[in-house]
């Protein structure tokens, strides 16, 4: 009887915790997610594509390392752009976290991992044309409220990339992952 009242007590806190993640970064209650539900991680390379300088692409499994060939990481003064969220960033994020935090855990499974919300997305710009581009999101595994805590979330990549690398959970945060300049774009604040 004892073990389930501290499962429910246990249950019940991180509920309370995993709400508030984007509130206490200086967000509201209104979301910022322009993600539709269905929409699927693609590749971008081909004559059609971006480049990488979109949503799209898939996990990064190079433990966020740069590719060869990418464009230098932005240095000197930074240039930072709030961007609208493309419609296909949702399935990438999902499939980049999925990498990490799915890692070695057989319950966890693809289909579970929820669509992210109040999702910002932008890039920063340096003075010596390095670019990189930054996603923040609530995430996290269905049925599973201790994943969804600790947010929002960070991933990144630069413009030469096709895969997204998950940073991590900021803990509420957000300047510790993101550039400054990017969070006060974003209408946020690093307090």
Same mark, same amino acid.
């Given at each position: 009887?004892?073990?389930?009242?501290?499962?429910?007590?246990?249950?019940?806190?991180?509920?309370?915790?995993?709400?508030?993640?984007?509130?206490?970064?200086g967000g509201d209650s209104k979301s910022d997610d322009k993600t539709e539900a269905g929409s699927t991680a693609t590749s971008s390379k081909g004559a059609e594509g971006s480049g990488g300088t979109d949503g799209t692409g898939g996990s990064d499994t190079n433990g966020g390392a740069p590719a060869a060939g990418s464009s230098p990481k932005p240095k000197g003064s930074l240039k930072a752009v709030k961007l609208p969220?493309?419609?296909?960033?949702?399935?990438?994020?999902?499939?980049t976290y999925f990498a990490v935090a799915g890692k070695g855990d057989a319950k966890r499974k693809r289909?579970?991992?929820?669509?992210?919300? *109040?999702?910002?997305?932008?890039?920063?710009?340096?003075?010596?044309?390095?670019?990189?581009?930054?996603?923040?999101?609530?995430?996290?595994?269905?049925?599973?409220?201790?994943?969804?805590?600790?947010?929002? *979330?960070?991933?990144?990549?630069?413009?030469s990339q096709n895969s997204w690398s998950y940073v991590g959970d900021t803990g509420g945060a957000l300047c510790g992952k993101v550039p400054a300049d990017l969070v006060k774009a974003w209408g946020k604040s690093c307090n």
């Open positions: 009887m004892n073990k389930m009242i501290v499962r429910g007590a246990t249950l019940a806190m991180a509920l309370c915790l995993a709400s508030p993640a984007l509130v206490a970064c969220v493309p419609g296909d960033l949702s399935g990438a994020l999902q499939d289909e579970n991992v929820m669509l992210p919300k *109040h999702v910002l997305f932008g890039k920063v710009t340096g003075a010596n044309g390095g670019v990189q581009f930054y996603a923040v999101g609530d995430i996290g595994f269905k049925n599973d409220p201790v994943s969804q805590q600790d947010g929002p *979330h960070v991933w990144k990549k630069d413009d």
